[in-house]
């Protein structure tokens, strides 16, 4: 008997194009509060910025997702944001991150490294929404 407490998992794929005089002070608001609203809305997901572009992987319960998304479509810290996947009911990626990060350092290959160990064991859909993305020391 299916058990009428369980949601499915939904997960939203989603790029945008950064604006502001200072991105990284953005990026690192949108991180923290990310990680508390996250947190309390029993969201998980991973976000990728190289200061110029926003990808970022939302999962949880589908109303939860939709009422994130809306959140991070009308923030004005980005624009063009973009819908690359949206699937329901599937199983979760990053289960123990709030919100996994990956910003552009002083090593590039490291990046890559970290990049390439958050997505081991990721679905496709999720691995390709990252991998077209230069990835370059800032």
Do not use: C, K
Not at 54 to 60: F, I, P, R, S
Not at 74 to 98: C, G, K, M, N
């Amino acid at each position: 008997m299916p058990d009428p407490h369980h949601q499915p998992t939904r997960r939203l794929i989603y790029s945008s194009t950064a604006v502001g005089d200072d991105r990284d002070v953005d990026l690192s608001d949108i991180l923290q509060s990310s990680r508390v609203n996250n947190a309390l809305d029993g969201i998980t997901g991973l976000l990728w910025s190289d200061g110029r572009e926003y990808v970022q992987v939302v999962e949880g319960a589908g109303l939860a997702v939709a009422e994130t998304f809306e959140r991070i479509r009308s923030d004005p810290r980005h624009r063009d944001v973009a819908v690359l996947s949206d699937q329901a009911d599937v199983e979760r990626a990053f289960i123990y991150w709030t919100m996994a990060q990956l910003v552009p350092g002083e090593d590039s290959l490291e990046i890559r490294h970290h990049l390439n160990h958050l997505l081991r064991d990721a679905p496709p859909e999720v691995r390709s929404a990252f991998s077209n993305r230069q990835i370059v020391a800032r």
